[in-house]
């Protein structure tokens, strides 16, 4: 598979990723929610650091830039590595793979670096393009726009539960985005198939 085919669809996914993110975070309020299906998948407007599981270690801001700027280390690391993937001959599953979580990684990427600086802040008031340098963070502390909800299923256990009592549970609860369904995806594949899409043929591989 060709290098430009697979930036092609890294361009693509980040086109779809930033429009959806600009729109949400310039037409809805914060934590507004609007069903697009029933009740089982709702846009939901939150924002995150962009940290696994919303962890935080030492000071918010230092561990917020270093986060930023090793995302911004792996992505171009991630370029140079996907076209030596194709060199050695990996199949054209396994890039398109490899590109879904560098466009992923990418378009979380802007949020964290840029929106800081081009957006007010969202809460009761609407978010708004503003002059570069009047944003709610400094460059490398954008936060990341989620919007994706999908509570599928949802119960409640009695009052008479054991050590829990009435608690509601949800699934699927995270908030997330399209870039993080697309690193979902590539990653989950390539676990699934390990075998199949990360295995070079005979032939083809290299030391």
Not at 37 to 52: D, K
Not at 86 to 109: D, M
Not at 175 to 193: M, P, R, Y
Request: charge should be positive; hydrophobic fraction near 50%.
């Amino acid at each position: 598979m060709k290098y430009r085919n697979l930036l092609f669809l890294i361009v693509l996914i980040l086109l779809f990723d930033q429009c959806l993110k600009i729109y949400i975070k310039t037409h809805f309020y914060y934590g507004q929610e609007v069903a697009v299906l029933g009740t089982w998948f709702r846009l939901h407007f939150i924002e995150n650091e962009g940290m696994a599981f919303g962890m935080k270690f030492g000071d918010a801001s230092i561990a917020k830039l270093i986060l930023t700027l090793f995302r911004l280390v792996a992505v171009g690391f991630g370029f140079y590595y996907l076209k030596t993937m194709i060199h050695k001959g990996f199949s054209k599953a396994t890039l398109i793979c490899a590109a879904l979580i560098l466009a992923g990684a990418f378009g979380n990427l802007i949020d964290s670096v840029f929106y800081g600086k081009l957006f007010s802040e969202s809460s009761f008031c609407l978010g708004q393009w503003v002059p570069w340098g009047t944003g709610y963070a400094n460059l490398f502390h954008g936060r990341v726009v989620d919007m994706l909800y999908f509570p599928l299923l949802e119960w409640t256990l009695p009052a008479s539960t054991p050590f829990i009592g009435a608690y509601t549970i949800r699934f699927f609860e995270p908030v997330f985005n399209i870039a993080d369904a697309s690193i979902s995806i590539g990653v989950l594949t390539l676990l699934f198939f390990q075998k199949r899409l990360l295995t070079l043929p005979k032939e083809v591989k290299t030391d």
